[in-house]
């Protein structure tokens, strides 16, 4: 019912920043919650930062709070995830996901939407 692209990783040193985009169709407005999860290899699936689309809220994870930033656009089709002072243990796949209900800090429920995930290498 919804379907979501991200886009906008790539490799960058320790320090830069990247804004990785995620595109939102289908039935939005019944999935409001939006946000990014990471996965690196050989480690679990962790909840990297949420936004309420209707609401405004945010939520972001003690490893990245007051590094990244979430936002959306004016139409609330788009997500946004500016993350700044990348250090390479964010190195990971990031997916964008989306659901009716309002996950928790380690991602439950899980979001019924996902992406196909975008890498962020953050080299040294």
């Known amino acids: 019912q919804v379907q979501l692209v991200e886009s906008g990783g790539g490799s960058v040193q320790a320090g830069g920043s990247l804004r990785l985009s995620c595109a939102a169709s289908?039935?939005?407005?019944?999935?409001?919650?939006r946000g990014w999860f990471r996965q690196a290899p050989g480690k679990e699936r962790e909840v990297v930062a949420r936004?309420?689309?209707?609401?405004?809220?945010?939520y972001y994870a003690d490893s990245v709070k007051g590094r990244f930033t979430i936002s959306q656009d004016n139409a609330k089709s788009t997500v946004y995830l500016e993350m700044n002072s990348l250090q390479p243990h964010d190195s990971a796949t990031y997916y964008c996901?989306?659901?009716?209900?309002?996950?928790?800090?380690?991602?439950?429920?899980?979001?019924?939407?996902w992406g196909q995930g975008t890498q962020v290498t953050v080299s040294s």
């Open positions: 996901a989306a659901n009716n209900f309002v996950w928790n800090a380690w991602g439950y429920p899980r979001p019924r939407y």
């Open positions: 289908g039935d939005t407005r019944a999935n409001p919650y």
């Open positions: 936004i309420n689309t209707s609401s405004g809220t945010t």
